[in-house]
């Protein structure tokens, strides 16, 4: 019995650590957003007893610790970039001025006198070092308009030729200069040649970052998944993630808002047609032929339903609109007949734009929420910015058709407020590596929680151009006048 004991202790032991390791797989797994293929008792807890301790680690538990080191690493990775850039650009800024410091710090007897053109040439690298300064700060250090999945290529690039140069002045300064050189007018020409070897990086990282994708090469289709919206871009070469991102921002600044109110009506009418159809056996032939007629005459109420259903929508919305239009322009002419009254009223007697806005509100409430309703809008407009919006035109002396223009048709998304954008967040899904550059047939998806937007990338052809020309002389021509004429 004591022998079987040990066995079980040794064997729960074991048990307590394969269970830890497992839990710690299946967190690691989480953070790379895997899925594991799990049996039915998976969910349950996995208890283990060893000796004095009890270990009990829950499916949850296991989730909520992937998440965490997920959020840690999401942070890491954002401001991992912003910390090797501060690093690298102050690594360029302090080393010209350490070169100078350095021979007048340790053997500032043996230097020699510096004259004026090593003077001038102090002039040159402060000036210099001004410059690098702001363009390092400009285009380097300026706040990240979005997060990206994988580090930008040539960045990554720059940054290892900056650090590469900068390294190989430091090991000819040590290897050369630190041997106490006497000339320190060579020592400043030295820096200044590093100053000038780093602005001409910076030249690169212009035209590698900047220019070059300013030419279109390449042309883009954007489709919304749910409602078929398109769009297409032209865009220059750049990287699948760099892409991606350009055509988020066009997204959100072209394509209306997403609005799943309008997709619920042809659900309803394909369960409502769904549900009319019946089963029939085919091994019948007198069933079969029974088939075909009740499909057809299906398909034929099916259109005439839809035909009318999309009729009296129209109607209805058409009915709405003009009952709002009538009751905003009542209103903004309530509202300068009110400001003719105020330039002969008291000052104390003057109403506030605000309180204007309130007041001729609810006159034109009920229509503008009918009309939002039935538009299937409503969600997207809440009273205070409606509010807001209509002081707004009072304040800049808007006409009523200026007012009604924010509702009457769906605006860009970014028009709406943040609340109704800014919870989304984009998932990159691509064959091909999003650090890789765009080309012909190049395919890629966008997905949203309630949607996605599915990107097809098309090069631009080849135009050639070419010049006919036209003999000045080719179309003129003489008329001949007759007397019997009437000309």
């Known amino acids: 019995c004591d022998h079987e004991k040990q066995i079980y202790r040794k064997f729960s032991s074991k048990s307590a650590v394969i269970s830890l390791f497992v839990a710690c797989f299946v967190g690691v797994l989480n953070l790379g957003e895997l899925t594991l293929l799990k049996d039915d008792n998976w969910g349950e807890t996995t208890t283990a007893v060893t000796g004095t301790s009890e270990l009990s680690i829950s499916q949850e538990e296991v989730v909520g610790l992937g998440k965490g080191i997920q ?14 850039g501060s690093c690298v650009g102050l690594l360029v800024l302090a080393t010209p001025l350490v070169f100078l410091l350095l021979p007048a710090v340790m053997w500032p007897d043996r230097l020699e006198a510096c004259g004026a053109a090593c003077e001038g040439l102090f002039l040159s690298i402060s000036f210099k070092l001004l410059i690098l300064l702001v363009v390092v700060w400009a285009l380097f250090l300026r706040p990240a308009r979005a997060g990206l999945p994988r580090v930008c290529v040539y960045r990554a690039f720059l940054t290892t ?32 040649s590093l100053v000038d070897s780093q602005l001409f990086v910076h030249y690169l990282a212009v035209v590698l970052l900047e220019l070059r994708q300013l030419q279109p090469c390449y042309s883009v289709c954007v489709i919304r998944s749910t409602d078929g919206e398109t769009r297409h871009y032209n865009i220059g070469q750049l990287s699948i993630q760099r892409a991606a991102l350009s055509i988020l921002e066009y997204y959100y600044r ?11 009506a042809s659900k309803h009418r394909a369960a409502k047609h769904l549900a009319g159809l019946k089963v029939y056996n085919p091994g019948n032939g007198n069933q079969s032929r029974a088939m075909v007629t009740a499909a057809a005459k299906r398909k034929d109420s099916a259109h005439n ?13 058409r009915k709405r609109r003009a009952r709002l239009v009538v009751a905003v322009e009542e209103a903004f002419t309530h509202v300068r007949r009110m400001k003719k009254e105020d330039e002969r009223a008291a000052p104390s007697d003057i109403m506030d734009v605000r309180e204007a806005a309130l007041a001729i509100f609810p006159s034109m409430a009920r229509a503008l929420q009918k009309y939002l309703r039935t538009t299937r809008r409503q969600h997207c407009h809440s009273m205070e910015s409606i509010q807001k919006h209509l002081a707004f035109c009072l304040i800049n002396n808007m006409s009523p058709k200026a007012f009604l223009e924010a509702y009457l048709a769906p605006g860009p998304t970014i ?41 097809t990338i098309k090069s631009i052809p080849y135009i050639r151009l070419t010049e006919e020309y036209i003999d000045p002389k080719s179309h003129k021509f003489i008329l001949l006048l007759q007397s019997e004429t009437s000309v």
Request: aromatic residues 16%.
């Open 71 to 84: 959020d840690r690493t999401q942070g890491f990775r954002r401001y991992l970039p912003l910390a090797v």
């Open 161 to 192: 030729l900056t650090l590469l140069l900068t390294m190989s002045y430091w090991l000819f300064y040590g290897v050369r200069i630190l041997d106490q050189d006497e000339d320190y007018h060579g020592i400043v020409q030295f820096a200044v």
């Open 254 to 264: 072209d394509f209306p808002l997403h609005n799943p109110a309008l997709l619920s």
């Open 305 to 317: 339903e839809l035909y009318y259903e999309e009729a009296d929508y129209e109607r209805r919305v």
């Open 415 to 455: 028009q709406y407020g943040p609340e109704r954008w800014m919870a989304d967040q984009w998932t990159l899904v691509s064959e091909a590596s999003v650090t890789s550059g765009i080309k012909e047939g190049t395919e890629f998806l966008l997905k949203c929680l309630d949607f996605s937007l599915a990107v």
